[in-house]
């Protein structure tokens, strides 16, 4: 990662700073500092990687990725205000490299709901417990709520990615312009197209359930 202070948008941001103290420490050989730097970027890179390559066993994979590279690259972080952006562009680029390693990918990723099966062979949802994930965070509703979850899955790759990064996630635009490789009105252009076409399948949901009252 090379020195990038134009991707701060704010110097007072927490998390910014969070996350940068935890990677001067590891950097530095504290391992209590790596542990928590590992931990954090678990969290984020499980949660992101599900929502965005949409198969829980890629998102493990991913996970796994983004933590090995955390843990063998955090000594060479030049910037570490930046590294959040770092990570979700890692992340992001395996989740890439996934999907098209898989020969039957779908056009549109798989819901949430379609994550795995029980043992009559139905359908059920991921549970991120059974993954190891933070109690706080054991199943998807916890992130987002079942309405907003289908019209989030709804939307095309593309979109979906920038809302989840600027919408769950908390990325700034710029943040997610770096990250995406694109400008910031794009990002802006495409988040608002996003918001529209997420009404709609709300919309849409309301009226069907109006329907079947």
């Known amino acids: 990662m090379t020195k990038s202070a134009h991707l701060h948008p704010s110097t007072d941001d927490p998390i910014r700073a969070a996350y940068a103290a935890l990677v001067r420490g590891a950097a530095s050989g504290d391992d209590a500092a790596m542990e928590r730097l590992l931990m954090r970027a678990q969290e984020v890179a499980y949660r992101f990687s599900l929502l965005v390559c949409g198969h829980p066993e890629d998102a493990e994979d991913v996970m796994q990725d983004a933590l090995m590279k955390t843990y063998q690259y955090v000594s060479r972080i030049e910037d570490p205000e930046a590294f959040r952006t770092w990570l979700y562009k890692t992340v992001r680029n395996a989740c890439l490299m996934k999907r098209r390693r898989r ?62 990064m600027r919408e769950i996630e908390g990325l700034s635009t710029r943040e997610v312009a770096t990250i995406l490789r694109i400008s910031e009105a794009n990002v802006k252009t495409r988040l608002h197209r996003a918001r529209v076409m997420m009404r709609e399948q709300l919309g849409e949901a309301v009226s069907t359930a109006a329907v079947d009252i």
């Open 103 to 164: 020969v039957d990918e779908p056009a549109h990723l798989v819901s949430i709901e379609q994550g795995g099966v029980d043992d009559d062979g139905e359908p059920q949802a991921v549970s991120v417990a059974a993954h190891g994930r933070p109690a706080d965070q054991q199943v998807m509703d916890g992130w987002i709520g079942e309405r907003l979850r289908r019209a989030l899955m709804a939307l095309p790759p593309p979109y979906r990615a920038i809302v989840v």
